[in-house]
């Protein structure tokens, strides 16, 4: 069974930058659409970037120009850089694929407060 695991999130000041991983044990992204999702307390988990397997990006409005997603398929693993980040982009992040397939990892939190 496919696990994946998050890593990267902390505590940033508004504007700061974080660097999120998620790696699986074993190769699923080359098959695979791969997604960060994100959940913030009393609010639904939600999609907030995917890569599909061909490389195209694509973003939720609320963080266009601020995050990126990119993969390494060799090292199967999946990254989401944050910049810019305001308060509002604190929540748990999570990974998966762009349906959801697999069973959901522990998450990382990451907290933007001054």
């Known amino acids: 069974q496919v696990q994946l695991v998050e890593s990267g999130g902390g505590l940033v000041q508004p504007g700061g930058s974080l660097r999120l991983s998620c790696a699986a044990s074993?190769?699923?992204?080359?098959?695979?659409?791969m997604g960060w999702y994100r959940q913030a307390p009393g609010k639904q988990r939600e999609l907030v970037a995917f890569i599909t397997s061909g490389g195209s990006t694509n973003y939720v409005d609320s963080v266009k120009g601020r995050f990126t997603i990119s993969r390494d398929n060799a090292k199967n693993t999946v990254y989401l850089q944050m910049n810019s980040l305001k308060p509002e982009d604190t929540a748990v992040y999570y990974c998966n694929t762009y349906s959801a397939l697999y069973p959901w990892g522990q998450g990382t939190q990451v907290t933007v407060s001054s």
């Open positions: 074993r190769t699923i992204f080359t098959i695979n659409h």
